[in-house]
């Protein structure tokens, strides 16, 4: 007799209703919706992994300075598209201290998050030349960026950088690039969802193949900061942030505010374009714009378009934010640093009932423990896997929908489990062993 806390057959009965054939393919917020809907009728609280969501509280300065701009009447008032004055000059501010890298305020743009970042770029980078076709992601990766070009009708090319790591690098990214059709070039750091982080040579290598081809680089900075080998995270001193934009000046840079602040529910993100680029003509963008000036045709373009703006109120949330954090008064990452604990636990916990950890090592070095780690278990495909940590009340997604090639691999977040649920997630790993045992 199994041990499970919610009925396999309602399990599988509701993936038909939903119509998923296999979790293997299920979106993030196929998933969520699913593990609400098990939620509600059996009244089981789930050990909830899939979706990336902050586990902290938002910082008070931010709030303060948010409600202090609703009081003075900025809900009234239309913000300016580029941003504020004072929050571009946070952010260049920012990008110094931090990241140890001199950006001229115009191009420090505030969007509704770093999906509206990515998005915009897609719609100006991937559209400033007729004889190129799209994007190459460095994977795993966010599944959503690769839907955003399915939206845009852009084609995309990826490959598993876990597989051409260190010297293999510049070979994998010469083979596709070699082509001439790429646009731009896309990966986060460290990486959603293998938690993986390039090192300097590995950022030179990029920098010096996608000049080579001219080629943008995108860099998804969402988990700023929060390599916790590394001593990051003070103002103005060495070790900085990783990052390509020391090494080329065709970058944007996606820097989220939902995780290292814990600032998701207010939409609002960072977008930072190098000061050549941003000056850059293109004449193709005018088949779309009304500028050539690639910053003009990103801001007053596609920005404009699609969204007049971020949210009046947010932006003042985040320039407190940022200028507490410059100032020494924030210590944002000293915060963040629980999810590097609960990792370390959780993955524990997952090990000592059988499963394994898919992406392990981070060259020579052991993986870090921070905001997401991988799984799977001997003899189960990821979406055999998924459906039946279902029944057990634990929820993931696939490595599939990431670009990887692990398909026996999920992923887990571990930003929603604190330590009153680890008692929980040992004791319903412990059935799911018992119920799934291992070959001798």
């Not at 699913?34 to 509280?57: A, C, D, T, W, Y």
């Not at 003075?72 to 004072?86: F, W």
């Not at 070699?178 to 590995?202: A, H, M, Q, V």
């Not at 000046?249 to 939902?258: E, G």
Request: glycine share 8%; proline share 5%.
């Amino acid at each position: 007799m199994t041990q499970t806390i919610i009925d396999p057959e309602r399990v599988r009965n509701l993936l038909r209703e939903r119509g998923v054939d296999s979790l293997a393919r299920a979106s993030i917020r196929d998933i969520v919706r699913i593990v609400n809907i098990l939620e509600k009728e059996s009244g089981q609280h789930f050990i909830r992994m899939e979706m990336g969501v902050p586990g902290l509280p938002a910082p008070a300065v931010g709030i303060e300075a948010e409600i202090d701009a609703l009081r003075r009447g900025v809900a009234s008032r239309y913000p300016m598209i580029e941003g504020l004055d004072d929050l571009k000059s946070a952010i260049s501010r920012f990008t110094k201290l931090f990241l140890d890298i001199d950006v001229d305020p115009q191009g420090c743009i505030p969007t509704v998050g770093s999906m509206m970042g990515a998005f915009v770029c897609f719609l100006t980078a991937n559209r400033n030349d007729r004889t190129k076709e799209g994007t190459l992601f460095l994977d795993p990766g966010f599944p959503v960026q690769k839907q955003q070009c399915r939206v845009l009708g852009q084609d995309f090319e990826s490959i598993d950088v876990y597989d051409h790591r260190g010297p293999k690098l510049e070979a994998a990214l010469e083979n596709i690039l070699s082509r001439g059709k790429t646009s731009t070039l896309l990966y986060s750091n460290p990486n959603n969802p293998s938690w993986i982080c390039f090192t300097e040579d590995e950022l030179k290598t990029i920098a010096r193949a996608a000049k080579r081809h001219d080629v943008i680089v995108i860099e998804d900075l969402a988990y700023l900061c929060m390599d916790f080998r590394s001593n990051t995270g003070k103002p103005g001193h060495p070790p900085y942030q990783p990052t390509v934009a020391r090494y080329t000046d065709q970058y944007i840079l996606l820097i989220s505010s939902s995780k290292a602040f814990s600032y998701a529910g207010q939409r609002i993100g960072m977008m930072v374009v190098s000061d050549t680029l941003f000056q850059r003509r293109y004449p193709d963008l005018l088949r779309y714009y009304a500028s050539d000036v690639f910053g003009r045709a990103l801001i007053y373009g596609a920005i404009y378009a699609i969204s007049s703006g971020t949210s009046h109120s947010a932006q003042y949330g985040l320039k407190a934010m940022l200028e507490a954090a410059c100032d020494g008064r924030f210590d944002f990452v000293a915060e963040v640093k629980e999810y590097g604990r609960r990792a370390h636990i959780m993955k524990n916990l997952f090990t000592l009932f059988g499963f394994h950890i898919v992406y392990d090592r981070d060259l020579d070095d052991p993986l870090a423990d921070g905001f997401y780690f991988t799984l799977s278990y001997p003899g189960l495909d990821s979406g055999r896997l998924l459906e039946d940590l279902l029944c057990y009340g634990i929820s993931a997604i696939s490595l599939a929908i990431t670009g990887s090639t692990r398909t026996e691999g999920i992923r887990a977040c571990v930003s929603q489990i604190g330590a009153e649920k680890l008692p929980e997630l040992e004791e319903r790993l412990r059935r799911f062993h018992e119920d799934h045992p291992l070959n001798p």
